[in-house]
């Protein structure tokens, strides 16, 4: 079993509709980070959580540290949110992330 | 300011052959760390530099290896390539505050490896 999972693996949706990516982990860690791939491989960071909510725009990242899970949620979907988003957590020390393997999300238009 | 910068972008290998990829993080970050990532899996932890001292390992062989430079740039080295080395190389740089956790990590373009 992986330490961090993400479900769903694949999510197509149309424009407009709210979208929940969910990450569980199994580990205790020191921080949970969530990532947008694009196609061709970039990688940029959303949000940086270690407890409780942040939003930037329409996105919303929540984290549950006694249930060890956390959730980011796209408000009004855009096409161009379609990209594959990616849970790492960081265990602490220099351990480095450790990734989920990512939701590849299509938006439609 | 510039990103994070990887060299080159592609590369195409041959079983057996050694690998040399580079990195250079965000002007005043002085950590580095090294990612491989298979076609459709998440990235792996390879390795994490912080003032030219190798500070973590994940599990990949000796193979691996990496160093960083006086000006925090980095290099990835990897020896007898195997198929299974070929995958989307990423570096992320950070600003270490009082700790080496919990510093948000930038990531560069990536380096594609493909051995043949």
């Known amino acids: 079993k992986n330490e961090v999972e993400q479900s769903p693996q694949n999510l197509t949706a149309q424009e407009g509709e709210f979208i929940t990516i969910n990450c569980s982990y199994s580990v205790g860690i020191s921080a949970l980070h969530w990532l947008q791939q694009h196609p061709g491989g970039g990688i940029v960071s959303l949000f940086m959580?270690?407890?409780g909510k942040k939003k930037h725009g329409r996105l919303i990242a929540t984290i549950n540290i006694q249930e060890k899970h956390s959730s980011l949620h796209i408000t009004a979907s855009h096409p161009r949110d379609s990209a594959v988003y990616i849970c790492?957590?960081?265990?602490?020390?220099?351990?480095?992330?450790?990734f989920g393997k990512g939701t590849h999300l299509i938006i439609q238009p | 300011d510039a990103g994070v910068t990887q060299s080159p972008t592609h590369l195409i290998k041959t079983r057996g052959q050694h690998v040399t990829l580079r990195c250079s993080p965000i002007s005043g970050h002085k950590s580095v760390s090294w990612y491989q990532q298979v076609l459709g899996q998440g990235p792996q932890f390879i390795f994490q530099y912080y003032e030219k001292e190798e500070r973590g390992r994940g599990n990949f062989p000796d193979r691996f290896s990496a160093r960083q430079f006086p000006n925090y740039s980095s290099e990835l080295n990897v020896n007898a390539l195997l198929l299974g080395d070929s995958a989307l190389y990423l570096c992320?740089?950070?600003?270490?505050?009082?700790?080496?956790?919990?510093?948000?990590?930038?990531f560069g373009p990536g380096t594609r490896l493909t051995v043949l």
């Open positions: 992320a740089s950070s600003f270490p505050l009082q700790r080496l956790v919990n510093n948000e990590q930038f």
């Open positions: 790492a957590v960081r265990r602490g020390g220099a351990d480095g992330l450790t």
């Open positions: 959580l270690s407890s």
